[in-house]
C-alpha cells in the first residue's frame, strides 16, 4: 500500500493529469487490499479520475461506494461470454448471474462499464452466442468490445485440441463447432 501511495502522489504532483488508469487485471483483488487503495485515494482527496480493469463478480455496494467516492469513472470488464457453457470451457470460474450481479452494482452507483467479450472460442454456436447477446442487452454498457478467439497453440485450450477438432492457428482455425469466417462476423 504504501508504494501505491507513494506512486500515486508522484502522479498527483503533475497537474496535467487528469486520468490513471491501473493496468492490472486482477486490480480488485483480493479485495482487502483493493479497499485500502479505495480508501487511500479518497483520504488523499487525489483530483485524478481512475479507471482500471475489474473482476464485477467481486463487486459489492461497499466497495462500489468507494470506488464512485475515488472518482473511478469507468470498469473493462472481460466477461468474455454470456453463456455458461462457454465460461466453463473457458474455465473463467464464475457463474453468469454473479457477473450480471456485479454489473448491476456498478450501474447502481453510476459507474461506466466497458464489456470485453470473445466470439469463437471452441464450443461456441449460435445459441452460446444469443446468450451473450442477451447479456449484453442486460446490461448497461458504456462501450463493448467484440473480439474474434484468437488462438495460440502455448494456452490450456490446446490439451483438448482432438476433442474440439481444432485444426489451424491464429486468425485461421475451425473446431467443431465454428471457424474464424463465423466468428469474425460478429
Known amino acids: 500500500l504504501e508504494a501505491v501511495e507513494r506512486e500515486l502522489d508522484s502522479i498527483a504532483l503533475d497537474e496535467n493529469v487528469k486520468t490513471v488508469h491501473f493496468v492490472d487485471d486482477t486490480f480488485n483483488m483480493p479485495k482487502e487490499r483493493f479497499r485500502e ?7 488523499k482527496k487525489y483530483k485524478f479520475n481512475w479507471y482500471s480493469f475489474l473482476r464485477c463478480q467481486f463487486v459489492d455496494d461497499e466497495i462500489a461506494a468507494l470506488m464512485k467516492e475515488s472518482k473511478c469513472i469507468m ?12 465460461l466453463d470451457i473457458m474455465n473463467k470460474q464464475v457463474k453468469v448471474e454473479k457477473l450480471k450481479e456485479g454489473a448491476k452494482i456498478l450501474k447502481k452507483h453510476g459507474i461506466n462499464m466497458h464489456g ?7 464450443g461456441e454456436t449460435e445459441e452460446t452466442i444469443n446468450e451473450t447477446k ?3 442487452d442486460e446490461i448497461d454498457f458504456k462501450t463493448i468490445a467484440v473480439s474474434p478467439w484468437f488462438y495460440e497453440v502455448s494456452t490450456s485450450i490446446t490439451e483438448r485440441k482432438e476433442e474440439f477438432n481444432i485444426v ?8 467443431s463447432t465454428m471457424d474464424f469466417k463465423t466468428a469474425d462476423k460478429y
Open 134 to 136: 442477451k447479456m449484453i
Open 168 to 175: 489451424g492457428t491464429h486468425y485461421n482455425w475451425k473446431h
Open 116 to 122: 470485453m467479450f470473445l466470439v469463437g472460442f471452441p
Open 75 to 86: 470498469v473493462l470488464l472481460g466477461i468474455e461470454s454470456g453463456s455458461q457453457k462457454m
Open 37 to 43: 487503495i479505495l480508501k487511500l485515494m479518497i483520504r
